[in-house]
C-alpha cells in the first residue's frame, strides 16, 4: 500500500511540473485572489433586467429540455432493453443513447448554436440530447434487471403489448426511472447556467459578459442567484419524489 | 354469482385516495403550465429551425476529412495536459472533500452548526458549473492549467463530499460502539471503525468522479483554464473544421478509454 | 358434452426439443375435459413443466397439435395466441405477482386481455370486474386485502392471489405448474382444495404439474404419469401401484 501512496505523490509531482505549476504562479494567485475577493463583495446586481430574464430564460430551457427529454427517454430506453426487445431494434437504440452521451454539454451546445443560431433553441436541444443519453442508459440497465417472471404471468394472461409493460415491467422501475429523472432535472437545471457561455441561451450569457467586463461584484451576485436557484430545485425534486410515492433516497449529487 | 354483501354494492375500489390524487392531479397542472408557459416565451425563429439540416449537413462535410496530421503538434501535449488536469483535480478535490465530507456526517460529528455550515458549503459547489469555477480561476490565477485544475478540484467536491457523507452516515454503528467503549480516541475510531466501511465506496466515488472529471476537463480550454478546450477553442475560432472534429474524436478517444480504465479497475476492487 | 366429438383441450402429437435431437416431449396425446383435477406427475427433468407451459404456448412447440376452443394453438399467430391466451389461465410455482402492485391490481391483471391499454394504465376497469375482484377475494379468503402490496404476502397469500388472477380471467382451462412446490405442507393442501373448489364452482378443467405424488393422489381424480418424455400412465389415483409409480420414477433415465 505505501507502495501506491509513494506512487501518487510521485505522480503529482510530475504532473504539477508538466502544468506548470510553481509556487510563484500560486503565491502572485492568491494575492490576486485576495484582490478578486475584495472586488465581488458587496454582491451588487447592476443590470436587474438583464439578470432577471437570463435566470428566467435558464429556468424555462431546464423545464422544457427535461419535460422533453423525459419523455423521449422512456421509449428510447425500453427499446434498448435487450431482454424485451430484438438485437435489430435494441442496437439502434444503444447506439443512439451512446452518442448523446459521448460530448460535454458543451460541445454539443456550440454545434448546435452553428446549427439552429444563437438563442435558447440551442440550450433546449442540446440538454434534451444530454438528457436522453443519461437517462436512456440507466433506465434501459434497470429494465435489464427485472424479474422476468412477473412479466411471464402477465404475458400469459394474453395482455397486450403496452399492458404488459406498463403492469408488469413499469412497476419494478419506476421508482428508479423517477430518480432518474428527478437527477437529470436538477442536472439540466445546473447545466442551463452554463450553456449561454458559448451562446445557448440563458444566464450563463449575462455571467460571462459581466466577467468581460470585470464587473466582479456583479458576477458574486449571478453566482448567489445560480446557487438560490438550484437549490429551490434540489428541494422540488425531493418534494415531487415524494408526491409520486417514491423512495426519498439521499443521493443526487 | 351475487354475495349478500350488499353494503360493497356497487365495490369500489380505488388505486390512490383522494388526496394522494388531488396532489397527483395538482403536480401534472403544475407541470403543463409551467411547459407551456415556457414554450411560449422562448423565442423560436422558425426559419432557424427549418434551415438546422441544412446547417448541420454543412457542418458535416467541412468536418471532414479528419486532419490526423495535426495531432502530434497541436493535439497530443494539450490532451496529455487535459488528463493531468482531471488527474490532479479530483486528487486535490478528494482531499479537500473528505474533511468537509467528514463534518457533514450527523453521525460523526454531533454540531448541526458544523454539518449546516459544511452542507451549505457542498450545495455551493455542486451548482456552480465546472465551466464557470474555471472563469473564475482564470480571472485569478490567469489563463493555464492551474485554473483548470483549480476548477476542476472545487466542482468535485460536492460530488464527492456529499456521496462520502452519506457514506459515513451509513456506517453500521456497532463497530463503532465497540472501539468507542474501549477508548479508542476520535482518530483511531475514524481510521478503524469508519475507514474500513467506507473503503469501496471511497473507491467508486473516485473513480465515477475521475471519469466524469475527464470529460469536464476537455471543455475548460474553450474559457481559457488549459487543457485540449484551447486548441478547440482556437480551431473553432479560425473555423479549422477539420482540426476541430480531430479533437472531438481525440476526446472522444480518451474518454472511452477512461471508461474502460474504471470498469476494469471496478473489477478488480469492487 | 358428447365425449368423442370435442374436448376442452386435445393434445396430438406434441413433441419439444431444446436441443435438435434430445428431445425433452416424445409425441404426447392428450385429451382433458374432465372437470376435476388433472395431475402430471414424473421425475424432474421428464419434461412435466414443459408440457404445460408448451399448451399456452409460453415455450414453443417443435411439433404436434393442441387444439383448444377450435383452434389450433401452435398455428396462431401472435395476435390470435394473444386473444387464446384470455381464456387459459395460469398459476405459478413463485406466483409471479407483480410485487410492487396491490392485490387489488394484480386481480386485474387477469383483465387486462380484455381492456385498451390506454384504460388499464388509468385504472378504468368495468364494474363488473370490480365487482368479480372482491367475490373471487371472499372466495380464496383474502377478504380486506384488495390494498396490501404483493410483497407483503405470505406464500400461501400469495398464491391465493395468484389463483383469484387466474380465474378473473373467465378462463375455459386452468393450468398450473408446480403450484405448491414453494409452499409448506400444511399450506399446500389449502391451495390444492382451493384449487378443486375452484375448478368445481367454475366447471373447468384444471391441469397441475406437480412433484408430489401423496398430494397428487390425494386430490387429483385423473393421474398423468410422465417418464423420459412420454405418457406412462393415464388414470385414476387408485391405478397408481408401487409397479406404476417405479416405471415413473424409478428404474434408468430415459433421456439421453
Known amino acids: 500500500m505505501t507502495v501506491a501512496w509513494l506512487a501518487l505523490v510521485a505522480y503529482m509531482i510530475f504532473a504539477g511540473l508538466r502544468l506548470d505549476f510553481t509556487w510563484d504562479r500560486f503565491i502572485i494567485g492568491l494575492d490576486n485572489a485576495e484582490r478578486f475577493l475584495g472586488r465581488m463583495f458587496p454582491p451588487a446586481i447592476l443590470q436587474p433586467d438583464s439578470m432577471a430574464k437570463g435566470l428566467l430564460e435558464s429556468l424555462e430551457i431546464a423545464i422544457l429540455a427535461s419535460f422533453f427529454g423525459v419523455l423521449l427517454s422512456l421509449p428510447l430506453g425500453v427499446l434498448a432493453a435487450r431482454n424485451l426487445m430484438p438485437a435489430w431494434v435494441s442496437w439502434p437504440a444503444r447506439t443512439t443513447i451512446a452518442l448523446c452521451r459521448s460530448f460535454h454539454p458543451v460541445i454539443v451546445a456550440i454545434l448546435f448554436v452553428k446549427a439552429v443560431g444563437f438563442g435558447a433553441i440551442a440550450g433546449i436541444l442540446t440538454l434534451i440530447v444530454a438528457s436522453m443519453g443519461f437517462i436512456g442508459k440507466l433506465f434501459a440497465e434497470a429494465i435489464e434487471e427485472i424479474s422476468l417472471k412477473q412479466v411471464e404471468a402477465v404475458r400469459a394472461s394474453g395482455a397486450p403489448f403496452m399492458s404488459v409493460l406498463t403492469y408488469g415491467v413499469f412497476p419494478q422501475v419506476f421508482s428508479r426511472f423517477v430518480g432518474f429523472a428527478t437527477y437529470q432535472i436538477d442536472s439540466n437545471l445546473r447545466n442551463s447556467t452554463m450553456v449561454g457561455i458559448v451562446g445557448a441561451g440563458g444566464i450563463g450569457a449575462t455571467l460571462f459578459a459581466a466577467f468581460q467586463r470585470f464587473d466582479y461584484n456583479f458576477v458574486c451576485a449571478i453566482l448567489i442567484a445560480i446557487i438560490l436557484m438550484i437549490m429551490i430545485g434540489e428541494s422540488l425534486a425531493r418534494w415531487v419524489r415524494r408526491i409520486l410515492g417514491v423512495d426519498v433516497s439521499k443521493s443526487d449529487a | ?270 | 358434452m358428447n365425449s368423442s366429438v370435442q374436448h376442452t383441450l386435445s393434445i396430438r402429437g406434441l413433441s419439444k426439443e431444446y436441443v435438435p435431437g434430445k428431445p425433452v416431449l416424445r409425441q404426447i396425446d392428450l385429451d382433458v375435459d374432465t372437470r376435476g383435477i388433472t395431475a402430471i406427475i414424473g421425475p424432474s427433468g421428464t419434461g412435466k413443466s414443459t408440457l404445460i407451459r408448451c399448451i399456452n404456448r409460453l415455450v414453443e412447440p417443435t411439433a404436434g397439435s393442441i387444439l383448444f376452443e377450435q383452434q389450433d394453438l401452435v398455428r396462431l399467430d401472435r395476435g390470435a395466441l394473444r386473444l387464446a391466451r384470455r381464456h387459459i389461465g395460469m398459476v405459478f410455482q413463485e406466483y409471479n405477482l407483480v410485487e410492487r402492485l396491490s392485490v387489488m391490481e394484480n386481480l386485474l391483471t387477469g383483465r387486462l386481455g380484455y381492456l385498451s391499454a390506454w384504460k388499464a394504465w388509468r385504472r378504468k376497469y368495468p364494474q363488473e370486474d370490480i365487482d368479480r375482484a372482491f367475490e373471487l377475494l371472499e372466495i380464496v379468503g383474502l377478504n380486506g386485502f384488495e390494498n396490501q402490496r404483493a410483497d407483503s404476502l405470505s406464500g400461501g397469500q400469495r398464491q391465493r392471489v395468484g389463483i383469484a388472477r387466474a380465474v378473473m380471467q373467465n378462463p375455459r382451462l386452468l393450468l398450473a405448474d408446480e403450484p405448491t412446490s414453494s409452499l409448506d405442507p400444511k399450506t399446500s393442501v389449502e391451495i390444492m382444495q382451493l384449487l378443486v373448489s375452484i375448478g368445481e364452482k367454475y366447471s373447468i378443467p384444471v391441469v397441475i404439474n406437480m412433484h408430489d405424488v401423496d398430494l397428487a393422489k390425494r386430490f387429483a381424480s385423473r393421474i398423468v404419469g410422465m417418464s423420459g418424455g412420454a405418457i406412462v400412465y393415464d388414470g385414476g389415483p387408485a391405478g397408481l401401484t408401487d409397479t406404476v409409480l417405479q416405471s415413473i420414477y424409478g428404474g434408468e433415465d430415459w433421456l439421453q
Do not use: C
Not at chain 2, 493531468?84 to 463534518?103: D, E, Q
Open chain 2, 1 to 270: 354469482m351475487p354475495n349478500s354483501r350488499t353494503s360493497r354494492s356497487p365495490a369500489q375500489w380505488e388505486r390512490y385516495s383522494s388526496t394522494a390524487r388531488l396532489l397527483r392531479f395538482s403536480l401534472l397542472l403544475l407541470l403543463i403550465i409551467a411547459v407551456l408557459y415556457s414554450a411560449k416565451s422562448v423565442e423560436i425563429i422558425p426559419e432557424f429551425l427549418l434551415d438546422a439540416p441544412e446547417q448541420i449537413r454543412d457542418l458535416l462535410v467541412r468536418m471532414w476529412p479528419i486532419s490526423y496530421g495535426f495531432y502530434p503538434e497541436g493535439v497530443h501535449d494539450p490532451l496529455m495536459d487535459t488528463i493531468h488536469i482531471a488527474t490532479m483535480g479530483t486528487i486535490l478535490s478528494i482531499l479537500l472533500a473528505v474533511p468537509v465530507g467528514i463534518l457533514s456526517a450527523q453521525n460523526l460529528v454531533r454540531n448541526s452548526l458544523l454539518n449546516g455550515f459544511a452542507r451549505l458549503i457542498l450545495v455551493s459547489t455542486r451548482s456552480v458549473n465546472s465551466l464557470i469555477w474555471a472563469l473564475l480561476f482564470v480571472a485569478i490565477f490567469g489563463p493555464g492549467a492551474l485554473a483548470g485544475t483549480l476548477a476542476i478540484a472545487f466542482r468535485s467536491i460536492g460530488f464527492v463530499g456529499k456521496l462520502i457523507g452519506e457514506a459515513l452516515e451509513e456506517v453500521d454503528p456497532r463497530s463503532v460502539e465497540a472501539l468507542q467503549a474501549a477508548g479508542a480516541s476520535w482518530m483511531s475510531v475514524l481510521l478503524k471503525a469508519y475507514w474500513p466501511q467506507l473503503e469501496p465506496t471511497f473507491w467508486s466515488v473516485a473513480l465515477f468522479r475521475w471519469d466524469i472529471n475527464i470529460r469536464e476537463s476537455s471543455v475548460l480550454g474553450l474559457v481559457g483554464a488549459g487543457g485540449i478546450g484551447m486548441a478547440l477553442d482556437t480551431a473553432l475560432n479560425l473555423f479549422q473544421w477539420t482540426r476541430v472534429s480531430l479533437i472531438l474524436l481525440s476526446i472522444f478517444v480518451i474518454v472511452v478509454i477512461a471508461e474502460i480504465i474504471v470498469t476494469q479497475i471496478r473489477k478488480r476492487i469492487i
